[in-house]
């Protein structure tokens, strides 16, 4: 019956917890950070660019003229643009910006934004 070392009692911690850690961080921490925001064109909503799209999701309403504003963080060329490829929209986010961007959704749907190469994705959300 062979026995366990200290040594691989710490192997086998060290594994128990960046599991752990790893569940926290997907599970947990990214409930704390709110997934969906209502925009209008009366109230728009700032979508921080820095890496990605945060929030990721806009709730807005079908038919309604509505208000996005982009705030450029980072600097790297993949979020140099967005992309909204349903309304035909291709602008060009200098860091340290805020650009505005107004589209009407024309039916309830789900109509997805990207960076130019789509490896950035966010979506807004159109409710009748
Ligand atoms: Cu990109």
Redesign the pocket.
Known sequence: MPTITSTEWMVILAGAAAIAWVNWYFFVAGRTTPMSVVATMAAPVTITVDGGYSPQQVRVKAGAPVRLVFDRRDSGS??DEVVFPDFGIRKFLPTGQRTTIELTPPKAGRYEFT???S??RGAIIAED
């Open positions: 993949c979020s960076c130019g190469m490896m950035l």
